[in-house]
């Protein structure tokens, strides 16, 4: 109803009333709620702590990437079984909107499917 009401003013060209443009308010900055006390509200803060940090240097022996990463079709592969590759080489493309996808870790490509699983060479 509510809809059919507002098709039929705008054919007659009526407007809305009660849609006026507005300003915020010059106070808005002094108005906001400090990070502190928004934590202590919601209960959080137990959860505000320091996250420790470790340097960690990961070696995968294998990794497995995924074709389709994205809504949408899966990347082209542009490797083959049994290929060679480097970190960060282009392993796959995509044409249209989408990502193109590059080798995490050098080595050997063991298959090339809905994924493409690399063999680090060690």
Not at 8 to 35: A, D, I
């Amino acid at each position: 109803m509510n809809q059919a009401l507002k098709a039929e003013f705008g054919r007659r060209g009526l407007k809305n009333p009660h849609n006026k443009e507005t300003e915020p308010k010059g106070t808005r900055f002094g108005r906001k709620t400090p990070t502190a006390r928004l934590i202590g509200r919601l209960a959080l803060s137990r959860y505000d702590v320091a996250a420790p940090w470790e340097d960690v240097q990961l070696s995968p022996r294998q990794v497995t990437i995924p074709l389709q990463q994205h809504i949408g079709k899966p990347a082209q592969p542009l490797v083959k079984k049994g290929q060679y590759v480097e970190a960060g080489q282009l392993i796959a493309k995509f044409e249209g909107l989408g990502a193109n996808i590059h080798a995490s870790i050098g080595g050997k490509v063991e298959s090339v499917d809905s994924a493409i699983v690399i063999r680090a060479a060690r």
